[in-house]
């Protein structure tokens, strides 16, 4: 491949796809001669599964995809930094559970 080239050539998707039919049509016939209805069976739960989670996307995925992505509906309340003292400014020490218990960080 040239160096000004940005993608993948031609030929290279034509291997690609091309390999992939091989040997996705080898194993789908050996599966089949070798386990039967049993790898049909397989087959038929896995498009099932694909199919729920498809279904399940179209209904609610999409469009909480696109929610996400619009960003917030409501701004964030922007934090009191001021009212937030980093344990430097009191020695170190942090309050624990226990009002009249005190320890430091290690």
Known sequence: MSETSSGPSYRATFLTILLLL?????STLFFLLV??????GAVVVIAGLVGIGWVNYLLWGRSFSRR???GPAVPEEPT???ELTPPEANGGARRSSNPG???RDW
């Open 22 to 26: 091989l040997v996705g049509t080898g």
């Open 80 to 82: 009191q930094a001021a």
């Open 35 to 40: 386990l039967g209805p049993f790898f049909v």
């Open 101 to 103: 218990r005190r320890f």
């Open 68 to 70: 996400m992505t619009e």
